[in-house]
């Protein structure tokens, strides 16, 4: 995930800004971290430099 993705994705819940938490990155790429709605409390993870955004009742 590229970080200037931040100014242009939301939560799809609640459409609030998240907040970014890095694990690790690869040059400017972030490979693995965290996006966090500090509104519903619900944390969205990055792997593999890919953000999974589906409500966490809609993952497998």
Do not use: K
């Amino acid at each position: 995930m590229r970080p200037d993705l931040m100014e242009v994705v939301r939560c799809p819940l609640c459409r609030g800004e998240l907040a970014l938490t890095v694990r690790s990155r690869d040059g400017e790429e972030i490979v693995s971290g965290t996006l966090a709605c500090p509104r519903c409390h619900v944390d969205y993870p990055i792997d593999d430099g890919i953000p999974d955004l589906l409500p966490p009742d809609e993952r497998t």
